[in-house]
């Protein structure tokens, strides 16, 4: 199911020492993270009880957003209204339910949970992914949202399924692995030669990744990927190899692969392909 954001209690309540200049400056960067979160298509609830939370020491929430209150005007008042009053009410239990949870809100910086920035969000979902139970689709939709910069192949989810065992044993390695993707091969792509930025990732991610080598291999290789203009054909060689699982005690040595492209392509700039994650092609 897939993750979700919520203005919660905790990140509503205001320290000690709060004052009427740090409210505002706090709540219009409320403000701005809020709209790139829409932006980017993340669903954003509130806890039921939102409205009548103590916002500032003496005052709720819903006073701040229909009343006059030190700093905040008219314009900022309705952005405010307008962010919290379209949300969905709902509760931290039902959300936890479904998915990844990122709390919203003033204060509270500090919680494991709590959402400050675009790029928090995403390391937060990709953290709370490694701990996935559940099906194929629903592992793939929870990826497309934890990692945007990815395009999944047309062989999404069913490749999935060709794991040698339970896929949520495999989940946790099969995250670690997208993480390091994402976020160590574009300092690898800097390297001078295709080898050389295998090796760099190689090292720097703990999993082996090579070029296929055999030019015979090129079409089993070759993927799908929906585009604006309808479908595109194009090679993912680079792989990951995964020769473990995250079950406790399990020894086997498997022969698992995540197949991708992070080469640049007219119809995906800027974007990893992801051709295939399961058995050895």
Request: hydrophobic letters at 40%; a negative charge; glycine letters at 8%.
């Amino acid at each position: 199911m897939p993750a979700s954001l919520i203005h919660s209690l905790e990140r509503y309540d205001p320290p000690p020492d709060a004052t009427s200049e740090a409210l505002v400056g706090r709540l219009e960067a409320l403000l701005i993270l809020d709209g790139e979160l829409r932006e980017a298509g993340y669903a954003i609830h509130k806890d039921e009880y939102l409205y009548y939370a103590e916002v500032f020491p003496g005052i709720a929430l819903y006073q701040i957003l229909y009343e006059s209150h030190e700093g905040i005007g008219r314009d900022m008042q309705l952005l405010l209204r307008l962010a919290i009053d379209r949300t969905v009410s709902t509760t931290m239990t039902e959300l936890e339910t479904v998915g990844a949870v990122g709390e919203l809100g003033p204060w509270s910086e500090e919680g494991a949970r709590s959402i400050n920035a675009l790029d928090r969000w995403i390391a937060v979902m990709r953290e709370q992914l490694k701990t996935y139970q559940g099906d194929r689709d629903g592992f793939l939709l929870e990826c497309l949202q934890a990692f945007p910069n990815f395009v999944f192949s047309q062989r999404f989810p069913d490749c999935l399924g060709t794991f040698n065992g339970n896929l949520n044993d495999f989940v946790a390695v099969i995250v670690s692995a997208l993480i390091s993707l994402a976020d160590d091969m574009p300092e690898c792509m800097e390297q001078t030669t295709t080898h050389a930025c295998m090796k760099a990732f190689t090292a720097m991610s703990g999993y082996e990744t090579s070029m296929e080598g055999d030019a015979d291999r090129k079409d089993a290789l070759t993927f799908q990927f929906e585009c604006k203009d309808g479908t595109v054909r194009i090679l993912c060689e680079p792989h990951i190899k995964l020769h473990c699982s995250a079950r406790a005690g399990d020894a086997e040595y498997y022969f698992h692969r995540i197949y991708f492209s992070s080469a640049e392509h007219a119809e995906f700039e800027g974007k990893t392909l992801i051709g295939h994650i399961g058995e050895h092609l």
